[in-house]
């Protein structure tokens, strides 16, 4: 197998595969990201184990699942991963088990540029790395603002051999900030066009943090944060207005990949970097209600896209598509294992090298998801299917179980879990199975359980923190301000 001299994971906040035109979006959003998926292969099904930011980020970063580092929420005892007790020895196993520190082990050079760890207490995700910079602004910045860091790790990296760096940009995270000047290159573009005014009436008659009727309440307490955006979702030329806003994010965060690609070659450095492009979690914009944010455990916020290209590795099969399902987990086994490290033994991903190499097309035979900082949730994907259990609403309008054909309806517009029962049941067998497979392992209690007892998700601590009982009532549906009042996050039947 040949080596590169160079891997470059570029980490983009929020982006969701299907705003992407390599993953057929018909917007051009990703030029530059385009051009890498022709040159290499990208993946249709992989997806981050636990959602959002803190949880992600955590899991793959030490190749494990949630339900196994304790990290599951963005705050409260599940926050942080579980310490190691009295079989701490001088060094911690975290660090020894970290993705960075397989590649240090295995003689790269790493290098980290985010400002995650700061803005979310994350620091687990800096184990093992050689150097770290934190960009300076929580998360709060634009690309041209992390510009400066990536110019100088090509100047002073760009020519060496056996380096690796991660970065990290926050464009299409809320609030939606892009500079002016960069332009709206879509304003003469339509909306995607699955959400019908039918269907948003149907959302503006659901309820829940972020919902149609007051998407973001920021926009109004803080509207110099925000370039893009509007308070409410009516009718499609709200629809146009909020999807812009996403759309100029995943652009700009593009035109710096582009940039940052272009001074890889002014160096002579492109053909021996490997490239790739991932994110942490998707973005809903609509999908279940939720309108810009990553709230729920179903197929928006858990997709991700993975695009690599491997100079000597990927040339023979510009542009190819993998459909197996993966975790993000799984990749950082893979990566390990690409760079010529040694995979921890207790790591929960598994080797894809396989498939990077040429092999065939194999995936996990199902993927088990969740989501414990906005509702409380896991789902299982497989075959056509995911099947959603919510344990704690978030105070959002959801029952108890949830199961979409993601073929036949990838916006999860259609809940069938009553008209299939069976695919619903076979769902649920394997939720149980993965759940008690791991506890069963870890020894330890359920996180996402621990979490309701703590009072809740982080983000959802209480409906009267998102207005809704006052929202509901004014808008002439005081039975579901009684039922929250009552329920709290409990789900419906």
């Known amino acids: 197998m040949t080596k590169p001299k160079r891997i470059v994971y570029i980490d983009i906040d929020s982006l969701r595969p299907d705003h992407l035109g390599c993953y057929g979006y018909h917007r051009n959003t990703s030029p530059s990201i385009d051009a890498v998926a022709a040159e290499g292969i990208r993946f249709d099904n992989y997806y981050v184990t636990d959602a959002p930011c803190l949880p992600s980020r955590t899991a793959l970063f030490t190749g494990r699942f949630g339900i196994n580092t304790g990290v599951v929420n963005h705050g409260g005892c599940y926050a942080d991963p579980w310490i190691e007790g009295k079989e701490r020895g001088f060094r911690s196993t975290s660090t020894e088990h970290a993705l960075a520190e397989r590649l240090r082990q295995a003689g790269w050079y790493t290098t980290s540029i985010t400002p995650f760890p700061h803005r979310h207490s994350g620091y687990q995700i800096w184990e093992g790395f050689h150097e770290t910079y934190d960009t300076g602004h929580d998360g709060g910045e634009t690309a041209d603002q992390t510009w400066p860091y990536l110019d100088r790790w090509l100047k002073t990296f760009g020519h060496e051999e056996n380096v690796f760096l991660h970065f990290n940009v926050w464009d299409p995270h809320t609030p939606y900030r892009t500079p002016k000047e960069f332009g709206n290159r879509f304003e003469n573009d ?20 972020y919902d149609a009727r007051e998407t973001n309440p920021s926009i109004k ?74 709230q729920t455990a179903d197929q928006i916020t858990s997709r991700v896209p993975l695009i690599i290209r491997w100079p000597g590795l990927t040339d023979d099969r510009p542009g190819q598509v993998y459909s197996g399902l993966h975790y993000n987990i799984d990749f950082s086994a893979t990566l390990v294992d690409l760079a ?18 040429g092999g065939p097309d194999l995936g996990r035979e199902y993927l088990v998801v969740s989501q414990g900082t906005w509702a409380c949730q896991r789902a299982v994907r497989w075959d056509d299917w995911i099947l959603i259990r919510t344990y704690h609403t978030g105070f ?47 020894g330890r209690e359920d996180p996402l359980m621990a979490v309701i007892a703590e009072g809740g998700p982080f983000h959802a601590t209480s409906a009267e923190q998102h207005n ?19 329920n709290g996050g409990l789900p419906r039947d």
Not at 231 to 260: M, Q, T
Not at 340 to 357: H, L, M, N, Q, Y
Request: a negative charge; proline letters at 6%.
């Open 468 to 486: 809704l009982p006052v929202r509901l009532r004014s808008t002439g549906r005081g039975h579901l301000a009684d039922w929250l009042e009552k």
């Open 396 to 442: 959002k309008d959801f029952p108890s179980l949830m199961l979409f054909n993601l073929k036949e309806d990838p916006h999860e517009t259609r809940n069938l879990a009553r008209e299939r029962p069976e695919v619903t049941a076979e769902g649920l067998r394997r939720l149980e199975e993965w759940v008690t497979e791991n506890l069963r392992q870890s």
């Open 340 to 357: 010529g490290g040694t995979i921890p033994e207790p790591w929960d991903g598994r080797s894809f090298a396989d498939v990077v190499k």
């Open 221 to 294: 307490t803080h509207p110099e944060a925000w370039t893009y955006g509007t308070p409410e979702i009516k009718d499609r030329d709200d629809f146009k207005k909020w999807i812009d806003g996403y759309d100029v994010g995943v652009s700009f965060a593009d035109h710096y990949v582009g940039r940052f690609i272009e001074g890889l070659k002014a160096i002579g450095a492109y053909e021996d970097t490997a490239l790739i492009i991932s994110a942490d979690h998707g973005e809903n914009q609509g999908e279940l209600g939720v309108w810009g944010d990553h």
């Open 190 to 209: 339509p909306a995607p066009d699955w959400l019908t005014q039918e269907q948003i009436d149907l959302l503006r008659e659901s309820y829940g943090p």
